[in-house]
């Protein structure tokens, strides 16, 4: 099994054993990162062979300063982010100052299965899901995501919040899940 | 307000989705291999043609130097040998009965006689422009009169293809068929002063009079009137049609691709071709003559040296570069430089304490209080300058990747060091000469460099350099006006870089 070093090595020389060493080696977990920002699978396997070209163009400017699947996990994120940009323009504009930050139950997911969770995320709205999945899942702040995505962080806010009190409507339904979720004021 | 925010439902998403994996269809990997491949083609078709027409620019442009070059340097030898030629016609117009050599003024020319046999007749069936490129023309200065009765006797003796042929022409039209070499041949009896001379043209190279009692005087390269009609140049235009490069073929992987190196040091030699240009040929009067080598002189013989056309020179130096934006950078550094060339010099300089050294006209315009001079027979001298140069030059990256090549240019202050002269057969002492102010040589110079650099990266810190050049002098190196001239060094050198980071 090649090392993180050998393995930017060979893509930097261009060998494409190396290449579909890496691929093979990180493609699983960037499926996921894909899934959780597209509407469907196609969509995701496109947004992954899309982020794994600018992978290998861009793997000569890596320096080392984080980990290699970091690095990759941010190449994806913004290559699914940039699909779906257009979309973005179509966010509802509503500004929230304020959530009702009820704290939440304690709840477990694990008696879901991750299509089950991805199935979930997806059917979310464009905007919803995307700056839930920057919020809660990648861990940027609004200020982070409104300078990211062009929009303002009050409807990062009402974004989140929506996307939040939909997800609780979906995990109710499947009737997995434990405890009461705090709703936000919109 | 942010982390308080993030409630334990994200934490219980973020969980979920940690190190979650999800196999992508066997098509991603396809279709993503297509596309690799189709990239690297682009790429390489771009790089194909970006590096022959690159090929083809640099080849267009060795042709257009070469040609200049060819154009430059043959035009200087025309203009030199026309000069050569016309000064010598007109000096035996001037005395048509002194001979070419016999400047001893006790000959009289009304007693020469002239006797050619030879194609000086268009009748004979040998053209002038024909003449045998072996035929030497000897002067004989032969001892037998006393009492400064001196019957100089001129008799061109030339074997060619129609004996019967012979016809008297004046010595001025011997001279402008003489192709080769001349010989001046003295006969020393021990009667100094006293002295018949005959002259004799012959082609019969087999000819030596090189025993212990004669010098000979060779004087090269004098060219037939033929050679002064070849000398016609035509000048030829070279029309470049190969485009550069588009910017917009490079623009898309220009930012990535570019270069980190800002500063780097090099190491670098260089070897090459020299030339003295002007100035290599000097003529003087030798003032005291001495006996020397074991046979006898007259007072009024003529020293004469003559540099090769050209001789060789190489350099070893040290250098160091900083970029001053993305494109340009400045270049500085010091180097040792050695040039040195062969001369013919028929004279040697005698010191107080009777060592004989190697001798040239360069020194002899300057004030002599502790040498004299002495003709010899004609021996051959290397001459060795040596300098410390510093150069500092501007230089532009043509391209700058890992294939780099960027033209310098700028001038150097060249420190004279010192010159030798040596004996090639090892008979005279090696003569050096520094620097001062009793030196006939200035002791700072300037050069005019023009070069491009030609580097492959090697690592992230080194790089390898092909660098041909020229350094053109701007200053005289000699003091004597009369003598100054500009030489010119192509050279090739490599140079390795470390960068620095």
Known sequence: ?186 | MENMGRQKFDDAWREAFEGAEQSPSREVWASLDNKLNLAEGGTMKRRVVFYQRLAAASILFALALGALTTYYISRQRNDTNLTQITEQADETNAQPDKGIYAKNDQAEAANANQEQIAAADSNDGIEKNEQPSSALAEVLLVDGAKNNNVQPELERKVIGKNKSARDKTTLNNKVENVTATQLLVVKDDGKHGQVNSELKLTDDSSTQYQSRNFATLTIKDIPTAKAKVSGAVKEVTIIRILPAMPASMMADSRKDKKSNESLWASIGASAGNYQPQAGSSYTAQADALTSTRGFALASNTTTNSKAASTGSSYSVGVNLAKKISQRWLVLGGVSYLNQAIGYTSNFASIDQSNKVSAYAADYVAREQNNLSLAITSPYEINSVNQFMSVPVQAGYLIIDRKLGLQINSGVATNIFLQNTLTDKSGQLTKYAEGAGESSPYNSFSWSALMGTELSYKMGSHYRLALVPGLRYSMSPLLKSETNAGNSMIWDVGFRFRYIFK
Not at chain 1, 47 to 66: H, M, N, P, T
Not at chain 1, 167 to 175: E, F, P, S
């Open chain 1, 1 to 186: 099994m090649l090392s993180e070093k050998e393995l930017i090595k060979g893509c930097v020389k261009g060998d494409r054993a190396t290449q579909r060493a890496l691929y093979e080696r990180y493609c699983r977990k960037m499926m996921v990162v894909c899934q959780r920002y597209v509407k469907s699978t196609p969509e995701a396997e496109d947004a992954l062979q899309e982020g794994f070209i600018k992978v290998f163009a861009a793997i000569k400017s890596f320096r080392g300063d984080s980990k290699l699947e970091t690095w990759i996990t941010r190449i994806m994120i913004n290559t699914a982010l940039n699909s779906q940009r257009q979309k973005l323009y179509l966010l509802p504009m509503v500004d929230i100052t304020e959530i009702d930050l009820h704290e939440d139950a304690d709840i477990s997911l694990a008696a879901f299965n991750l299509s089950e969770l991805v199935a979930m995320i997806q059917s979310l709205p464009d905007g919803c899901r995307i700056v839930f999945n920057l919020f809660a899942v990648e861990g940027y702040n609004h200020k982070e995501i409104g300078e990211m995505l062009g929009i303002s962080e009050g409807t990062s806010k009402s974004q989140y919040s929506r996307a939040k009190s939909l997800l609780k409507v979906k995990l109710n339904l499947h009737n997995k899940v434990y405890g009461k979720y705090g709703a936000a004021k919109v």
